[in-house]
T-cell receptor, first 118, second 111 residues
Framework: DAGVIQSPRHEVTEMGQEVTLRCKPI?????LFWYRQTMMRGLELLIY????????DSGMPEDRFSAKMPNASFSTLKIQPSEPRDSAVYFC???FGKGPYLGANVLTFGAGSRLTVL | SQQGEEDPQALSIQEGENATMNCSYK?????LQWYRQNSGRGLVHLIL?????REKHSGRLRVTLDTSKKSSSLLITASRAADTASYFC???????????FGQGTILTVHP
């Protein structure tokens, strides 16, 4: 398996522009997570899905952020309009809720998308 | 707020020495996990310890869990330069599936 695939790896955009980050989870995984990492705030959980359904989006900063999972093999995180404070590394991770670690979500992370908003 | 808080924030040791990192968490957990992150990469799962376990080993890793103190420690024995990375603890206490990470410990192992 190629692991969790994120694109783009790097994105530089100007304030006010729309940003779309993409994630392909590991085939067969039923959980998908979006995290944001910054030096100041560490690793923050933004939203997670189970079987393509959003379970908890309490970490989404504000209405400018939205996430979708139209099917089991694809998710997007959209920021519209983007602001400089959105600059961070955004990670997607997936897990199999009924895997060998029964009752625990062991995450496989993608390589991340580094977003810079000027 | 973060589920886990690591201590120390940074640790610098020589190759061959042992490295100990601590994690404290605020709410009850079902499981506690440790992850490693190399610079510029995603996190990689290292080890999981359940709330009814007190100690677990995996290779050069040893994890302990004290639920009465809401704390865990990760010991890396005979460290190598390749162990240089950030280490994070993560707990799932708030709700099933929701994994919340601490701020991490930056470990530097000098050859």
């Amino acid at each position: 398996d190629a692991g969790v695939i994120q694109s783009p790896r790097h994105e530089v955009t100007e304030m006010g522009q729309e940003v779309t980050l993409r994630c392909k989870p590991i085939s067969g995984h039923d959980y998908l997570f979006w995290y944001r990492q910054t030096m100041m705030r560490g690793l923050e959980l933004l939203i997670y899905f189970n079987n393509n359904v959003p379970i908890d989006d309490s970490g989404m900063p504000e209405d400018r952020f939205s996430a979708k999972m139209p099917n089991a093999s694809f998710s997007t995180l959209k920021i519209q309009p983007s602001e400089p404070r959105d600059s961070a590394v955004y990670f997607c991770a997936s897990s199999f809720g009924k895997g060998p670690y029964l009752g625990a979500n062991v995450l496989t992370f993608g390589a991340g998308s580094r977003l810079t908003v000027l | 707020s973060q589920q886990g808080e690591e201590d120390p924030q940074a640790l610098s040791i020589q190759e061959g020495e042992n490295a100990t990192m601590n994690c404290s968490y605020k709410t009850s957990i079902n499981n506690l996990q440790w992850y490693r992150q190399n610079s510029g990469r995603g996190l990689v799962h290292l080890i999981l310890i359940r709330s009814n376990e007190r100690e677990k080993h995996s290779g050069r890793l040893r994890v302990t869990l004290d639920t009465s103190k809401k704390s865990s420690s990760l010991l890396i024995t005979a460290s190598r330069a390749a162990d240089t990375a950030s280490y994070f603890c993560a707990g799932d206490g708030t709700s099933y599936g929701k994994l919340t990470f601490g701020q991490g410990t930056i470990l530097t192992v000098h050859p």
